[in-house]
Every structure is written in C-alpha cells, then in structure tokens.
C-alpha cells in the first residue's frame, strides 16, 4: 500500500506527470463515498489505522501504480516461472486437503472462523487460507486463465489441455460454486483465441468436459467423493435441492433486497456489519427479514445497492464499466484476451459473491499482464519455461 504513495512521491519528483484513468477516478470516488458512509452517516470514530487496514485503498493504489509501472520481458518471465510452480503446488495441496482433510495446511484462523462441514461439503482453500477468505479464487483463478492463454498462443496442446483439466478440477475441489463459475471462463477464453479456428474450439468444448466427467468417476473410485461433491454441493440434494440449499439464499436476497433497499435509496444504509468499523450485527429490518437463513444480501450488486445507495453504486458500476471497456479494447489491440477473461470474473462474482474490492494477488497480476502486452505487442520472446 504505501508502495503506491512512494511511486507517486517518485513522479512527481521526476516531473513525470502521474496517470489517472478514468476507471480510477471513479474506484477513488467509490472508496471516498465508502469512508463519508461509514463515518459520517453512521456517525462512527475514526481511526488512522481504518487508513491502512482498508483493502479499498490497497486497491485503488495497485490501479495507479500498475498504470505507472514500467514492466520488463526479465520480470514477466520470472512471474511466469513462479505462477507455473504456485499452480501446480496449489493443485497438489487441495488434491491431500480431500483425501487427507481441510486441516492440511490450512490457517488455523481460517478454520475457527470459515472451516468445517464433511467431505463433500468442507470449502477447500488449498495454500491461500493465509492471504485471505476469497483469495482461493481470485489467487489461483486469474493466474490459471492468464497461463492457459500463454500456452494457447504457443501451441502447446498438449500441455494446454493438462493445465485446463488442472485449473477445472482444482475448481471443482473448492466446492466454492463461484469458483467454479469463474473457471468455466477459461472456454471464453479458448472461444476468443480460436475465433477464426472454431473446429479447435468445438473439439476443447467437447473433449474437456468428457475428460472431467470420467476423472470425477475415477476419483469416486479412488475414495475422493467426487460424486457426492457434485450431489451435495452443486445440486444440493441433501438440503432439498438448489431452490432451498445454501444456493436458496440467493433468491431469497432478491425478496429482502425489495423491502429494504427504498428506505435509502440514494445514500444507502451503510455497511452496519461488515464495515470497517462494523458493529458485527447486521441492520435489524434486514436481520429480520433474512431470519437466520442467511448472514446477508448475497448477490453483491444487490448488496452494493443496498450499502451505498444509487451514489455509490454509480461510482463502483462505473468503474467496472469503464475498466473493462478498457481491458477488452487492450484485449483487441494485442490479441491477449486473458487480463480482460480474468478481471471479468471480479464482475462476475458479484453476482453470488459480496465484495467490492480486487486487492488479491491474481487481479493485480491480470492488470500486470495487461500493461505489459501494451507495452510490447509482440510477445514472441515471452515463453513459459
């Protein structure tokens, strides 16, 4: 975070003018409305420390600095080795936290406040429970959508077509369904690098599910559960089925988000709970209509509407407006789809997942990767070793 202060503290010494995007402008703008929100219309004390511990600064910093950072081949490179060998660790770890159990590895403190359930059920984080709840799928998602273009481009098939199996099936042992969504990406991804090849695209639309499908079989052979995962947390036949399994609490933010969202529509109500000076009670209209089947509006547009009102929702909708319109045109200029697949999934998420904030280490790297193709349109000397 303060990596950010001292950049720009560098430029301007430099008398280098300091780049602002206009998708950054409107994330400050977010992260502004989010303070006056909480301080001032929830009437809370402030303390320095909300300016260092608050992931909404550390994100709107990693934009400034990514945007004013010079990347090199040289470095690139090493990330490329490193994220390699990150994913393949990654894959092995979550592989023994299900044979052996979600204790391996796992953060003792993640597993007071986030752990438990069976086999089928227990959410796997594999090497992430240290960083933070979600990073299992912003860590290892965006960097496995950004290595599969790189061997998309070249040509390795072989090796392509273990690493899109790898990705898929680290995915489906998180039995985080949002994961799981953002994974299915990488045929986006595959969709736009063999747009003008689609008989290449049909066969990894084809070939890539029959593959999956047979290792969940070979793994309910081998004692994995695979197909009680499947049972149990993606159809939910245990709670009833999807309409009134935890996936219930979805639809059941569409009813509460009715009742509550037009007593401040403008401002919003604030972030009573999970603010950064959070009382750890949620609102008690909204407890009331939730009544203990959910801790929140679950759907994060939905929340960001209902916190922050029309004001911020317009300041936060904006910027992922703005910042993938960027990332696509990027996208089109250097042929390098996966910074724009990859920060996609931050959109995408949101609409089960609650969180306006991209401080996670697969994000940054996305808008990394971004700046780089930008800076070197042609990429015949970036190989993964």
């Known amino acids: 975070m303060y990596l950010g202060v001292i950049l720009l503290f560098f430029y301007a010494k430099k008398g280098k003018p300091v780049k602002i995007p206009r998708y950054a402008i409107f994330y400050l703008l977010f992260v502004i409305y989010a303070y006056i929100s909480e301080f001032i219309f929830l009437d809370r004390d402030f303390k320095s420390i909300f300016l260092v511990s608050n992931p909404m600064i550390g994100s709107f ?4 600095i990514v945007e004013n ?28 936290q299900q044979v052996i159990g979600q204790e391996f590895m796992t953060n003792p403190d993640y597993m007071r406040d986030w752990g438990g359930g069976d086999e089928t059920e227990s959410r796997l984080v594999s090497i992430y429970s240290y960083i933070s709840p979600v990073a299992v799928g912003f860590g290892f998602v965006p960097v496995f959508i950004l290595i599969t273009e790189l061997l998309i481009k070249s040509k390795k098939n072989k090796k392509l077509l273990l690493y899109v199996l790898l990705g898929l099936l680290f995915s489906f042992l998180t039995k985080t369904r949002w994961i799981m969504l953002n994974a299915l990406m990488v045929f986006l991804l595959l969709y736009f690098n063999h747009r003008k090849q689609l008989t290449s695209f049909y066969k990894y639309l084809i070939l890539v599910p029959s593959i999956v499908v047979i290792a969940l079989f070979v793994g309910e052979s081998f004692g994995l559960k695979t197909m ?16 009134k399994g935890s996936a219930s609490s979805r639809i059941l933010a569409f009813t509460a988000f009715s009742q509550v969202y037009m007593d401040n529509p403008i401002l919003g109500r604030g ?3 999970y603010g950064m000076a959070g009382t750890g009670e949620q609102d008690s209209k909204l407890k009331k209509i939730l009544g203990g089947k959910s801790s929140q509006l679950h759907v994060g547009y939905l929340s960001l509407l209902y916190i922050y009102g029309l004001v911020g929702g317009i300041f936060f909708l904006g910027f992922i407006y703005l910042i993938l319109k960027r990332l696509y045109k990027n996208a089109e200029k250097t042929g390098y789809y996966g910074p724009f697949v990859a920060f996609l999934g931050f959109a995408l998420a949101n609409l089960t997942l609650v969180t306006f904030t991209f401080f996670e280490m697969g994000l940054i790297l996305a808008l990394l990767f971004n700046k780089f193709y930008l800076q070197s349109l042609k990429q015949k000397d970036l190989k993964i070793n």
């Open 271 to 273: 972030n009573v709970k």
């Open 69 to 96: 950072l010079e990347v090199r081949l040289k470095y690139m490179n090493s990330i490329l080795k490193f994220s390699n060998i990150l994913l393949i660790v990654a894959f092995i770890v979550i592989l023994l």
């Open 61 to 64: 910093l990693a934009l400034i």
């Open 228 to 243: 009680g995962i499947v049972e149990d947390r993606i159809l939910e036949k245990d709670s009833g089925g999807v309409g």
